[in-house]
């Protein structure tokens, strides 16, 4: 991606706010502005451009997880694979694969578009706001993962039955039914109905 004044601002790490502008949008994705990151989630929020991955290894398991202790918007809660914001200009494709390798030290073997959401989820602990038009990637990772520590606290591969359990029993985030639910259509294409998705 070339950088221009809108990217050159953008901090490649998500666990700070300084300087990092997203794209704002309307009700039909179509870009209408920007805004810079916590401002746009601050109550009552302003609809932004987000994505969300969701990858998978060769056994149909999915990969997530637990969103490091130092962010500032919902930390140390589990979550999909990884998940973000474009840059202002940068397609969403891109701006996925770019997250997955920068927080995981992995670059998706097979990554496809799944549809988009749009949600509007409160998060009470901080008092921020997701309000977020979300485009939804499924794909497999088949390399080990190197979870940056400023970013990832820890990882798990999990069939639906295991994840069915954490979920019982960890917090996860507010948008992650959500993104999860919209997805199910390509994460079963993709994974096969053995996988149980």
């Not at 202790?69 to 200009?89: A, D, M």
């Not at 949600?119 to 794909?139: I, R, T, W």
């Amino acid at each position: 991606m070339p950088i221009t004044p809108a990217t050159a601002t953008n901090s490649p790490s998500s666990g700070t706010t300084e300087q990092i502008v997203l794209e704002l949008v309307d009700e039909d994705g179509v870009t209408i502005g920007t805004a810079e990151k916590l401002a746009a989630h601050q109550p009552p929020g302003q609809l932004h451009r987000a994505f969300s991955v969701f990858l998978f290894d060769a056994r149909g398991r999915l990969l997530v997880q637990q969103r490091a202790l130092g962010k500032y918007h919902s930390p140390g809660v589990w979550s999909n694979t990884c998940c973000g914001h474009p840059y202002p200009g940068e397609a969403p494709f891109a701006a996925a694969a770019r997250r997955t390798f920068e927080e995981l030290g992995v670059s998706p073997s097979l990554l496809a578009e799944a549809g988009t959401v749009r949600y509007n989820h409160p998060d009470p602990a901080s008092g921020l706001v997701e309000q977020e038009f979300n485009h939804l990637f499924v794909g497999m990772v088949q390399a080990p993962v190197r979870p940056d520590p400023e970013e990832v606290a820890s990882t798990a591969f999990v069939t639906p039955e295991e994840l069915a359990e954490r979920h019982e029993k960890d917090t996860f985030s507010a948008w992650f039914m959500t993104v999860l639910d919209a997805a199910r259509p390509a994460i079963r294409e993709l994974t096969g109905p053995s996988a149980g998705w």
